[in-house]
C-alpha cells in the first residue's frame, strides 16, 4: 500500500546523557506540510530518537496512513521487533530488568495506534537528504539546549554555505563541518537539494 505520508525524524544528543534536541519533518509528495523541532536538557539520544518520532505523530489531527523513517536502529526495531515480546514480559527485557525509557515507549506506541504506519530504517549520513535535513535541525535543537538560549545553532553541514559575518560575506566555497553561531552569523542551511517549501 502507498503512504500518503513520509515522516522523517532524528534526535541529538550533546554528551549523551546532556542536552539534547529532537525534529521531524512531514512530506507529502513533494511537498513538507508539518515540521517542528524541540529541546530537553539531561537527555539521551535515544530518548530523543524516541521523542520526535512521538512528536511526529502527533502531530496529525486524524488518523492518517504515513511511513516513519528514521536513522535509529533503536526506533525502528523496537516498534517492528521488539515491542511484542517487551508487552508479553510486562515491559521487562529477556533478562528480567524493565527496559529503559519505557514511559516514552508506551506513548509512542499510543500515538501510533491511531494511524496505520509502516516504519523505515536508512542509514545516517547516507545522502538521504530530507534524513540529512532532520538530522542538522535535531542538531540545531541540541545547541540551542546546550546554550539555554534560542539564537544559538549548531549547524552540521556537508556542503558550502553562504554566511555573513558583521554583514560580510564568508567564502561561500567555505564549509563549515561544525559551527556553533547565532542567527546574525548563518540564516540558513543548503537546501538546494530540497523539491518543495521548507517549514521552520
Avoid at 5 to 13: K, N
Avoid at 49 to 58: C, H, P, T
Avoid at 115 to 126: A, T, Y
Avoid at 143 to 161: D, K, M, T
Amino acid at each position: 500500500m502507498e503512504r500518503e505520508y513520509l515522516l522523517y525524524c532524528d534526535g541529538y544528543c550533546l554528551g549523551n546523557p546532556g542536552p539534547g534536541g529532537w525534529a521531524y519533518r512531514v512530506w507529502q509528495g513533494r511537498r513538507v506540510v508539518r515540521g517542528r523541532s524541540g529541546t530537553e536538557q539531561n537527555t539521551t539520544d535515544n530518548r530523543m530518537e524516541l521523542r520526535a518520532a512521538i512528536e511526529g505523530l502527533k502531530c496529525f489531527p486524524s488518523a492518517s496512513n504515513l511511513v516513519v523513517v528514521s536513522d535509529s536502529r533503536y526506533l525502528i526495531s523496537g516498534m517492528t521487533a521488539l515491542l511484542p515480546l517487551w508487552q508479553a514480559r510486562n515491559w521487562r527485557s529477556s533478562n528480567g530488568p524493565a527496559i529503559r525509557n519505557q514511559e516514552l515507549w508506551q506513548e509512542l506506541l499510543a500515538a501510533a495506534q491511531r494511524h496505520s504506519v509502516g516504519w523505515r530504517w536508512v542509514r545516517g549520513h547516507s545522502g538521504v537528504p530530507e534524513q540529512e535535513y532532520v538530522d542538522r535541525l535535531a542538531a540545531a535543537a541540541a545547541a540551542r539546549a546546550a546554550q539555554g538560549a534560542l539564537n544559538f545553532y549548531l549547524y552540521l553541514v556537508s556542503e558550502p554555505v553562504v554566511c555573513t559575518l558583521n554583514g560580510s560575506p564568508l567564502p561561500s566555497n567555505h564549509v563549515i563541518r561544525t559551527a556553533l553561531a547565532s542567527e546574525s552569523l548563518c540564516g540558513s542551511i543548503p537546501l538546494a537539494s530540497f523539491p518543495g517549501p521548507v517549514l521552520t
